[in-house]
């Protein structure tokens, strides 16, 4: 190798370890946040955040590097900006003794780190030193969530759907896979309480709405349940058409890793089934509740709780509003014209080709409480889960439902005005109110939890009803035996209060 090339090498790697103070303090909150989240995400969620922040510093780096000249003063000054930017929430928690206002908190931080920028760029002296006590300082930092990651996921392989260990008993197509499939639609409302719920704990009647459903053909049952007492277990079977045994028994019924579920919501038994038979599969979703890896269809910081957005809430955007602010109004304006928008990819859905086998899910009712009961916007006053699950919750989330029931019936009546063949509809709740245990008492919270809403319109099938035993899990056994032709035995009803782990069903519920 030349000696010139040997230089220019020489450069690069200077250049390079210059930078990556920068880049390893920018990745430190990243990969803490995702450790604490790890039982619950998928790895990939932190690559595009991750790039985001490396081409930023490095942006930075080179202006700066062109102002100063001065590689170690440039790998600083970087190093300072991102430390300002990403670490303001550690700060606050320092100083949270000291009982000042957010604004104060703030001004006091980008003071500090203002001030440590003009001593740096206005020294004379060498920064190497301190360019490589940087660094030593961010790579003890961040090797250690890095490692802590990477050890998890070596422990916790990916588990299929497919997986055969998974489900008591296979799904085999129907004899005759031939004919004309109708369009099928399956809506799923988060938290969707039951008609005798609403009238006991909320003193409200929503026979309106059910009479409406009634005139447009649905069947509703009055007394359908759900097998879990947490969404994601509730949408894994129901998608699945099956208790979800198997889960514990391959994780192992101490496991907290509930990632699976995530994927067999995504990829599930009834969109495998449904793509067999010729069907066009459409997943929606208002949030990332079914999605393992993100919603393709929202913009990663549409909802308050996506990785994306936890994370930058812990930036100094945490302080401001608008559109790049992460403030809770902020982020709660996001959040409504996401749900917005994604109730009308559903209505756009239904001009695709047929037959399709159509799953959305939509947060609402459930919390962030964001609308009233018109649509307009309103901000809970905390979102602490406390308060969330108190008795100041209560008329909020009547609100909100009611403004769901609105909409709902405008899916339906959007659904089939653009339909050329009369769809299969189905509603059906993940699960019940969840409200903490000091509301109704803790008895009564566990049975509320599991009492959902179920309603059914089968066109042109005879004596249509809803499925028996009244649980959620037998829904789509219901739908395809009844339109597709399978014979798919009804499931025994069983309901189970949370326990101390995701799969540890030990209290079943004898629920009416």
């Given at each position: 190798?030349?000696a010139d090339?040997?230089?220019?090498w020489?450069w690069?790697?200077?250049g390079?370890a210059c930078?990556?103070p920068?880049v390893l303090?920018?990745?430190h909150p990243?990969?803490?946040?995702?450790?604490q989240?790890q039982t619950?995400?998928p790895?990939?969620v932190i690559?595009?955040?991750?790039?985001?922040?490396?081409a930023?510093?490095?942006?930075l780096?080179?202006?700066l590097m062109?102002a100063f000249r001065?590689?170690a003063k440039a790998?600083?000054?970087?190093?300072l900006?991102?430390?300002?930017?990403?670490?303001?929430?550690?700060?606050k928690?320092?100083i949270?003794?000291?009982h000042l206002s957010l604004g104060?908190v703030?001004?006091?931080?980008?003071?500090l780190?203002a001030?440590?920028?003009?001593l740096?760029?206005?020294?004379h002296?060498?920064?190497a030193?301190l360019?490589l006590a940087?660094?030593?300082?961010a790579?003890?930092m961040?090797?250690v969530?890095?490692?802590?990651i990477?050890?998890?996921?070596h422990?916790?392989?990916a588990?299929e759907?497919?997986?055969?260990r998974?489900?008591?008993s296979?799904?085999?197509p129907?004899?005759?896979?031939a004919?004309?499939r109708?369009?099928i639609?399956v809506?799923?409302p988060d938290d969707y309480?039951?008609?005798?719920?609403?009238?006991?704990?909320?003193?409200y009647?929503?026979?309106a709405f059910?009479?409406?459903l009634?005139?447009r053909g649905?069947a509703?049952s009055p007394?359908?349940?759900?097998p879990?007492?947490?969404?994601?277990?509730?949408?894994?079977?129901?998608?699945?058409?099956?208790y979800?045994?198997?889960?514990?028994?391959?994780?192992g019924?101490?496991?907290?890793?509930?990632r699976?579920?995530?994927?067999v919501?995504?990829?599930?038994?009834?969109?495998?089934l449904?793509?067999a038979l010729?069907y066009?599969?459409?997943?929606q979703d208002s949030?990332e509740v079914t999605?393992?890896?993100?919603?393709?269809?929202?913009s990663?910081?549409a909802?308050?709780?996506?990785?994306p957005?936890?994370?930058?809430?812990k930036?100094v955007?945490?302080v401001?509003?608008?559109?790049v602010g992460f403030?809770d109004?902020?982020q709660?304006?996001r959040?409504?014209?996401s749900?917005?928008?994604?109730y009308?990819?559903l209505e756009?859905a239904?001009s695709?080709?047929s037959?399709?086998?159509v799953?959305?899910?939509?947060?609402?009712?459930?919390d962030?409480?964001?609308?009233g009961?018109e649509?307009?916007?309103v901000?809970?006053?905390?979102?602490?889960d406390?308060v969330i699950?108190?008795?100041?919750?209560l008329?909020?989330?009547?609100?909100?439902?009611?403004w769901?029931q609105?909409?709902?019936?405008?899916?339906?009546d959007s659904?089939r005005a653009?339909s050329?063949?009369?769809p299969?509809i189905v509603?059906?709740?993940d699960?019940?109110y969840?409200?903490?245990?000091k509301?109704?008492?803790?008895?009564?919270?566990?049975h509320i939890r599991v009492?959902?809403m179920?309603?059914l319109a089968?066109?042109?099938?005879k004596r249509?009803?809803?499925?028996?035993?009244?649980v959620?899990v037998?829904?789509?056994r219901y739908?395809?035996?009844?339109?597709?032709g399978?014979?798919?035995s009804?499931?025994?009803?069983a309901?189970?209060?949370?326990?101390?782990?995701?799969?540890?069903w030990d209290?079943k519920?004898h629920?009416?």
């Amino acid at each position: 190798m030349s000696a010139d090339r040997r230089a220019n090498w020489k450069w690069i790697l200077l250049g390079v370890a210059c930078l990556m103070p920068a880049v390893l303090f920018a990745a430190h909150p990243l990969l803490t946040l995702f450790e604490q989240n790890q039982t619950e995400l998928p790895l990939s969620v932190i690559w595009s955040p991750l790039a985001v922040t490396i081409a930023a510093a490095a942006v930075l780096y080179g202006l700066l590097m062109l102002a100063f000249r001065d590689w170690a003063k440039a790998g600083t000054l970087t190093a300072l900006a991102v430390v300002a930017f990403f670490y303001y929430d550690t700060f606050k928690s320092d100083i949270s003794g000291w009982h000042l206002s957010l604004g104060w908190v703030l001004v006091l931080w980008l003071g500090l780190c203002a001030v440590a920028a003009i001593l740096v760029a206005r020294t004379h002296r060498s920064l190497a030193t301190l360019i490589l006590a940087l660094g030593v300082a961010a790579a003890v930092m961040t090797i250690v969530p890095a490692a802590r990651i990477a050890s998890y996921q070596h422990r916790h392989p990916a588990v299929e759907a497919s997986d055969p260990r998974l489900w008591a008993s296979p799904l085999p197509p129907p004899a005759d896979p031939a004919g004309k499939r109708p369009d099928i639609y399956v809506l799923i409302p988060d938290d969707y309480a039951r008609a005798d719920v609403l009238r006991r704990y909320f003193h409200y009647d929503d026979s309106a709405f059910r009479n409406r459903l009634k005139a447009r053909g649905f069947a509703i049952s009055p007394a359908v349940r759900s097998p879990y007492s947490d969404s994601e277990s509730n949408i894994a079977a129901e998608l699945n058409m099956g208790y979800l045994n198997g889960l514990g028994r391959v994780l192992g019924k101490t496991s907290e890793d509930v990632r699976p579920l995530k994927t067999v919501m995504e990829d599930s038994r009834a969109s495998r089934l449904a793509k067999a038979l010729g069907y066009r599969y459409i997943h929606q979703d208002s949030d990332e509740v079914t999605f393992a890896g993100g919603n393709p269809d929202i913009s990663s910081v549409a909802t308050p709780d996506s990785f994306p957005s936890l994370w930058l809430r812990k930036s100094v955007l945490r302080v401001f509003g608008g559109p790049v602010g992460f403030n809770d109004e902020a982020q709660y304006e996001r959040f409504r014209k996401s749900v917005r928008k994604s109730y009308s990819r559903l209505e756009a859905a239904s001009s695709q080709p047929s037959p399709k086998f159509v799953v959305f899910h939509t947060l609402i009712p459930h919390d962030p409480y964001i609308f009233g009961a018109e649509g307009e916007s309103v901000t809970f006053p905390s979102i602490s889960d406390e308060v969330i699950h108190s008795r100041i919750a209560l008329p909020y989330y009547l609100h909100q439902l009611q403004w769901l029931q609105g909409q709902l019936i405008g899916m339906v009546d959007s659904i089939r005005a653009r339909s050329k063949r009369p769809p299969v509809i189905v509603i059906v709740s993940d699960e019940g109110y969840e409200s903490g245990d000091k509301v109704f008492g803790e008895e009564a919270m566990k049975h509320i939890r599991v009492k959902g809403m179920l309603a059914l319109a089968i066109p042109g099938a005879k004596r249509a009803g809803t499925p028996q035993p009244p649980v959620t899990v037998n829904t789509l056994r219901y739908v395809f035996n009844r339109v597709v032709g399978t014979r798919y035995s009804m499931l025994p009803a069983a309901s189970y209060a949370e326990g101390d782990y995701p799969y540890q069903w030990d209290e079943k519920l004898h629920v009416r």
